[in-house]
Every structure is written in structure tokens, then in C-alpha cells.
């Protein structure tokens, strides 16, 4: 595309944006007009969670083919957010160099929970890639201040975040703001694919499927002297179920999300089984070693979900739709009927669905169009994750809208380095843990 | 290379069997006597590729190679060894070993204990052999290039170390034709004339060399035991074909170069230093040269790939 093309569309797009701010809403799009009345046609980014997921996701973001600047970065320690801007700004990174792209003077990296607040403003999209558990409430800012958004998944860690996702998702749609969910497999060439071709009926109605995120798990931050509980928590944020929302939610929810999608439709109940068994040290917070999940959708059909985090053993990372006239393996990405390949992907064919995500969504931002709402979905797979959570925690049924209504919230009051978390240790520095029959959700 | 060395005698160099300390583990190195060779391909090689010349005559040193590739018996007494530190960066001063997987990159192929290990980054396979040094005193690298390719052709200079027909390749090594997309348990099919076994499939192999297309062409006639040294992470040399590639590639004289692509789906930045997510088809094996260096050239050597 010629660059004279991009713009006029962006004056097209700047047109449409300027109608719908007037006839919607009441408070102004205050960075939109910086965006309209930008004397370039630059795309202004501001990162919110600069680990290593949301370097990779403003990596992929300033290596899109679009005119996109990095202006501002936030995120809860100053540790992170240097370590994030140094490598960005790394001209020998060797996965690319976007140096010239990254344009954060130190006046606009913020630090702290209210980061997120002050970066906002100064951009036109903005990357969410905090822990989950802050989603709902940078989500709704993000919306709130009319910005085109890339959200990590998951969207939230309880019920209530998950209805705060939905009701932002709502104003996202009215102001036309695109967002793009990172649940990459949406953007990645062999599902894309699969999903056509299961449409298409090729293996008949979806009756099950089995879905799996067995493998080693992932690291511990140790407790360092003069920590407050907060920060350690915030540290080690992948043990505590208000940040994380158990690893069900954190990475299982790639699988239960393929099968969500592929089927059209999300569970109406789950019940399961659970537990800690071999990560039961006090360095592992509170979350499952192992989670086990029968989903089943208004249909009847059923989703076997399964994820475990426990060294040693077979790992797993898959999806299998068994359908009326055949299956489809998403790792083999082909469909099957009785030992006949009726579908094979060429897997040279295979992108990176990671840069894929960024490189759609601002290219539809460049040329002023409205591509992308994967909110809605997203929080619904999110809350089929937190749903399998509330069944293997509990050990009983537990019913999709009923928790989706509940208003559970697992969220602190404060935020603030001084303040207690939701979940405190006991004297000995264990936390307490969900017990099957014993722990209580919608009973 | 003599400096602080210990030359064995000559009825000392013979295949032998390790086992790896504190395991049940084993492996064969196979003797591999010095010798002369041609590197790269004639013009006439059906499938040659530019970087294959201009050939050139190389000598090289005598040095064991392991007779498969790295198993995971092998390398999982090295990757889940609980005694050995677990670090995100790779550290250069001691032994560390790899982070876990984030997702599990045989894909599914499976993790037989006989199957070959895959999916590691060149200083991951470097960071195994300085492991098994310091557990057993004997140095461990990566072959050279030249290494490489003088034990597959086993003295041969034909396009495979059986001759030149393509369609045979497949009672020698693993490829596209027949390997059902997945990689098998190493030593199933027949060796070369040395011993060693999957040289050209089952899964492509490290070595230490940094990539250059006109390698060759740098090289001197009758260079000893040459070695590009290592410059940035990428590209450096793999060598052999995969059960991926066709026939046609897996020549003796096939040059591979490291790509960024390898781990392109590694979402998080920096990327593992220790995994490639889209290397599957990566895998090594070891050499111990006859003449080892000095305990500090060996770390200095070690250092120079891990840093």
C-alpha cells in the first residue's frame, strides 16, 4: 500500500471516528484528537505489563508493516519496566531492531498500580499484557479512553472480571475500537484452516473433543527479605489465583478456547476433579498441580479438558474435535475419518501467529477500519476456564451463567504495596487451598 | 593443539562405551581415524547448492562421534537433573541447566527414551557437553562442520555415503519419504561404513561452525581441522537432513543455516536461549577429539558458545 492511500483512508477513518465520539458519547476521545490532528500519520503505542510476554508483544507490534511509535510504558516495578525499554531499544536484538520506533522519554514510563492511567492517554491503541487479574480494570480504561487495544488472554481471573470484560466489550463495539484477543491460535494459518473446513462440515457435527496443557510448568521468584506479601505475590503472580486464576485459566484456556470456537457455542455446566499433589510447597501459592474437566454445551456434546503442571511427566499441548464423520488433530492439523486423511495442512505453510495478531490488527488501524472485536469471546472462553477452576475446587457441578452471574470476586480492595492481598500465608507461610467437597462456590 | 594435551597411543583409540555417572545411561563413541577428505559437492551433484563449493581437500584429526544422535535418555539425565541450577539466561561461568518447556516441543512425537532429543538451541546442545565434561572429566563439543561431513561420507565421495541413488536413502536414514513426519528412535535403520548411524535423517545436527554461503571459498586447499569461529547467534551450521527433508537434500554435502524463524513462536522476548519452538527437527551429537586441550582451553572454548 502507498502511503498517500493509508492517509486518505485515515482522514476517511478520522471522519467516522469524529461522528461516532459526537453522536455516543459525551466525554471526548482526548487522545483520538491528538491522533486526528497528529501532523503524521504515526500510530501512537503505550505498553501496560512490560515482562517478557508484553516485550514480545510490543516487539511484534513495532515490527508490524505499519507507522507505529512506542510513547509510553507502565508497569508495576521499575525492574521490569527498564529491563523491557532496554531491550526494545537493544540495536543488536536479534529479533529485529525497532529502536527508531521506541520513543518513551523517562517523563513517559510510569511506575506502579496506577501506571496504567497515565500512559493511556498519550497513545492510540494500547498493549495489555499485565497479569490477567488486572485485565477487566485496564480493559475498561483502555475502552473508557476510546483505544484501539491488544489484550493478552486470559481476560480476567473471576466472574466478576469476566462481566466487566463483557460490558467494556459492548462500548468497544459501539465506539468501533478494534481489539484483538492474544488468543493466537485465531491467527495462526493451520487452525485458520481446520476451522474453514470443519465449517464446512467435512467431519460432521462436533460430538466431543479432548483438549490438553500437560508439561513442566513454569517458574518461582523466591522471597526476598524486606519483600511485603504484595509485592511477593505480585512477583510470583503466576501461584495466586487473583493474578493468575490457576493455570486452567493462564494457559490451558488456548485448548478450551479451540473447541469454544470450532464448536460456536461455550459450555452451559463443568464439573471435575484436581488437586496439588507434587507442587505442594509454600513457594507454589495456592493453585492445582492438575485440573480435570468435563465441560458439557447445551448440545449434550462434551469437552475433556485436562492440564498439569508436574515435572517428569508426558507432556501435551493439543486439541482433538471428534465429529460425526471424522476427527480433527490440531497438532497434526488434519482431519481423520477411519485412518483416511480427508485433510492435510502443509505445515511449511505455518506462520507465527503472534506477529500475525499485531501485523491485522494494525493494518486495519492504519487504514481506518473496524476489523477486530475478540473481546466477547475471549471472556467468555476466559470464564469456561474459570468455570472448570470453580468445578475442580469445588468438586460440584457448577453451571456457566449462574457463575457468570454470581459477582464472585477474588480481587483485592487495595492496591498498594503496603496493603494485605486477598489470600494471606499462614504462620508457616502456606497459603490455604481449595478442597474439593469442602470449598464452597454457588452452592 | 598439543599445548597441555594428553595424546593417547595409538591402541588406545578405539570405540568405546560412557556411561553417564550416577545414571544407567550409556552411549558409543566410534573411533574415527585421522584422514584427508573433499568437502562440498561437485557442480555434477544433482540438488547442489552454491554454499557446497567451491570443494576443497581438508585433513582432519582423528576424534570419537557418538554412533546416534543425543537420545533423550541422555539428555534427560542432563535437562531434569534436580543437582544441576535451572537459570532463564544461560550461565557461562558454570553449569546451568534448561528452563521447562513452555509447551511440549517433541509435538507430539514422542519422548522415548531410545528417540533422539530435539528442539534445543545450539548453546543448549554446548551447555549438555560441558555437563558431561564436568561429570566425567572427558571433553565433550559439537563436531566441527568439516568433522562432520568427513565421518558421514566414511571415506565416500559420492552424494550419499552409499553412492548417489536417491531412492536408497531410505534403508539409511529417516527423511520425508520415510519417516511419516515424525522422528524414530535413533539406530534403526543401517549405519554408514564407520558405525554411525541417522548421520543424514531422523533429525539434523549442530555443529560449531558460524555460517557463511562461501565458506569454502575462504578455506585454504588443505586446511587441518578448519572451524569458522562463532560470531553472532545466528546463522551458525546444522548438518544432515531431517524426517522432514526430501531425499534430494539429504546429501553429505548439504549445508543448513540457522534461522531467527527457529523460534518465531517463542511469544516472550528475550526468546529462550535454551529452546527453539520452531526447530523440531533440530537435533545433535557429540565428539570427543583424540587430543584433548587443556582443562582452560576447554572452559575458554566452552565460554566462547555460551556467552
Known sequence: MKKDEVKTDRRTF?????????????????????????????????????????????????????????????????????????????????????????????????????????????????????????????????????????????????????????????????????????????????????????????????????????????????????????????????????????????????????????????????????????????????????????????????????????????????????????????????????????????????????????????????????????????????????????????????????????????????????????????????????????????? | MLIGGWPLLAQDFKTYDETIPKTSVTFKMVAIPAGNFTIGSPFSEPGREEDEGPQKKVQVDAFWMGEHEVTFAEWDAFFRNMDVPQTKPIDVDAVSRPTAQYIDLTWGMGRDEKQPSNSMSQAAAIMYCKWLYKLTGTFYRLPTEAEWEYACRAGTTTAYPYGDDASALKTYAFNKDNSGNKFHKVAQLKPNKWGLYDMLGNLSEWTLDQYSADAYAKLADGSKDPLAAPGPRYPRVVRGGSYQTDAASCRCANRISSLTDWNKRDPQIPKSRWWLTDGMTIGFRIVRPLVSPSPEEIDKFYARYLK
Open chain 1, 14 to 443: 478520522v471522519k467516522q471516528t469524529t461522528m461516532l465520539a459526537g453522536g455516543l458519547l459525551a466525554a471526548p476521545f482526548l487522545s483520538n484528537a491528538g491522533y486526528m490532528s497528529s501532523a503524521d500519520d504515526t500510530i501512537k503505542i503505550a505498553l501496560i505489563g512490560c515482562g517478557g510476554r508484553g516485550t514480545g508483544a510490543a516487539m511484534q507490534a513495532l515490527l508490524s508493516k505499519q507507522n507505529v511509535k512506542l510513547v509510553a510504558m507502565a508497569d508495576a516495578f521499575e525492574d521490569r519496566l527498564t529491563k523491557c525499554y532496554n531491550l526494545l531499544t537493544s540495536e543488536d536484538n536479534e529479533d529485529g531492531n525497532v529502536k527508531a520506533r521506541v520513543n518513551v522519554p523517562e517523563a513517559n514510563r510510569f511506575v506502579g498500580f496506577d501506571a496504567y492511567t497515565k500512559a493511556m492517554p498519550l497513545a492510540d491503541v494500547v498493549i495489555l499484557a499485565t497479569p490477567p487479574g488486572f485485565r477487566p480494570i485496564h480493559f475498561a480504561e483502555a475502552v473508557r479512553q476510546g483505544k484501539h487495544i491488544f489484550m493478552e488472554k486470559p481476560v480476567a481471573t473471576d466472574p466478576a472480571g469476566v462481566k466487566k470484560v463483557l460490558e467494556a466489550a459492548e462500548i468497544a463495539k459501539q465506539k468501533k475500537l478494534n481489539v484483538v484477543v492474544g488468543l493466537q491460535r485465531h491467527y495462526q494459518n493451520s487452525y485458520r484452516e481446520l476451522y474453514k473446513r470443519v465449517q464446512d462440515g467435512m467431519i460432521g457435527e462436533i460430538t466431543s473433543g479432548q483438549v490438553w496443557w500437560n508439561n513442566d510448568g513454569v517458574w518461582v521468584n523466591p522471597r526476598q527479605a524486606g519483600q511485603t506479601e504484595m509485592e511477593y505475590q505480585m512477583r510470583n503472580w503466576y501461584y495466586f489465583n487473583w493474578l493468575c486464576g490457576d493455570h486452567i485459566n493462564e494457559q490451558h484456556i488456548h485448548n478450551i478456547d479451540v473447541m469454544n470456537w470450532f464448536k460456536g457455542a461455550f459450555p452451559v455446566k463443568a464439573q471435575g476433579m484436581g488437586g496439588r499433589q507434587v507442587r505442594t510447597g509454600k513457594e507454589y501459592g495456592e493453585i492445582y498441580d492438575h485440573h480435570y474437566v468435563e465441560f458439557q454445551y447445551a448440545d449434550g456434546s462434551i469437552m475433556n479438558s485436562q492440564c498439569r503442571h508436574i515435572k517428569g511427566t508426558y507432556a501435551k499441548v493439543d486439541e482433538q474435535l471428534v465429529g460425526t464423520k471424522g476427527t480433527m488433530f490440531a497438532g497434526d492439523a488434519n482431519l481423520v475419518s477411519k485412518g483416511k486423511v480427508l485433510y492435510q495442512f502443509d505445515k511449511t505453510k505455518e506462520n507465527d501467529p503472534y506477529q500475525t495478531e499485531h501485523d491485522e490488527l494494525f493494518a486495519a488501524i492504519a487504514k481506518g477500519q473496524y476489523k477486530f472485536a475478540d473481546a466477547e469471546r475471549g471472556a467468555r472462553s476466559t470464564m469456561t476456564a474459570i468455570l472448570g477452576r470453580m468445578a475442580t475446587y469445588s468438586g460440584q457441578v457448577v453451571e456457566f451463567d449462574k457463575a457468570l452471574n454470581s459477582g464472585l470476586n477474588i480481587m483485592p480492595t487495595t492496591y498498594a504495596w503496603d496493603a494485605n492481598p486477598p489470600v494471606m500465608p499462614d504462620s508457616n507461610g502456606f497459603y490455604p487451598i481449595a478442597t474439593p467437597g469442602v470449598t464452597k462456590y454457588l452452592m
